[in-house]
T-cell receptor, first 110, second 115 residues
């Protein structure tokens, strides 16, 4: 069953603006991962943050993790039209499996 | 590195027939593979987890006799949808991981349409 939630469900911004999406979960986790999915395609791994980390950067991406609030955020800075996609958080608890949030559909208008 | 392929990318079949979807890790050994199902504008729902050489572990509510999973080698897993019905129409995505590494690498997905 899905144990993660993301908000907003949809986000529309202009090119150059920043996009922030949030993920909340219910169980304790080992790590949390963010993925991007272009329409009709598979998922592309963006970034992994471990439970003992609070912030991580990769290019224009910044991920934060607050284990006390069981939440994470993904910030995309200086967005581009090519960033248009759905973004999912997935988290590992004790086992191998990833549990995904509901996803945020991001549209970046040129 | 870490490329996963799926074949076919899309398939249309008639109700009552069976369809096999292949998932291959191209440049690493996938000790564990996962099969997901995704409906339009929804998240991925895990169907089953398979470890090489072992029987797959199915999630609650997934019929193991309908969705046959085989993970016979470290680079190949197959999902066979048996006696397909229109309600099985969906986007099926596999992912693979190696050993204790947390990251999963996803295939491009297979669009199944049952008429």
């Amino acid at each position: 069953s899905q144990q993660g939630e993301e908000d907003p469900q949809a986000l529309s911004i202009q090119e150059g603006e920043n996009a922030t999406m949030n993920c909340s979960y219910k169980t304790s986790i080992n790590n949390l991962q963010w993925y991007r999915q272009n329409s009709g395609r598979g998922l592309v791994h963006l970034i992994l943050i471990r439970s003992n980390e609070r912030e991580k950067h990769s290019g224009r991406l910044r991920v934060t993790l607050d284990t006390s609030k069981k939440s994470s955020s993904l910030l995309i800075t200086a967005s581009r039209a090519a960033d248009t996609a759905s973004y999912f958080c997935g988290f590992n608890n004790a086992g191998n499996m990833l549990t995904f949030g509901g996803g945020t559909r991001l549209m970046v208008k040129p | 590195g870490a490329v996963v392929s799926q074949h076919p990318s899309w398939v249309i079949c008639k109700s009552g027939t069976s369809v096999k979807i292949e998932c291959r890790s191209l440049d690493f050994q996938a000790t564990t593979m996962f099969w997901y199902r995704q409906f339009p504008k929804q998240s991925l729902m895990l169907m089953a987890t398979s470890n090489e050489g072992s029987k797959a572990t199915y999630e609650q509510g997934v019929e193991k006799d309908k969705f046959l999973i085989n993970h016979a080698s470290l680079t190949l897993s197959t999902l066979t949808v048996t006696s397909a019905h229109p309600e099985d129409s969906s986007f099926y995505i596999c992912s693979a991981k190696s050993g204790t590494v947390y990251e999963q690498y996803f295939g491009p997905g297979t669009r199944l349409t049952v008429t």
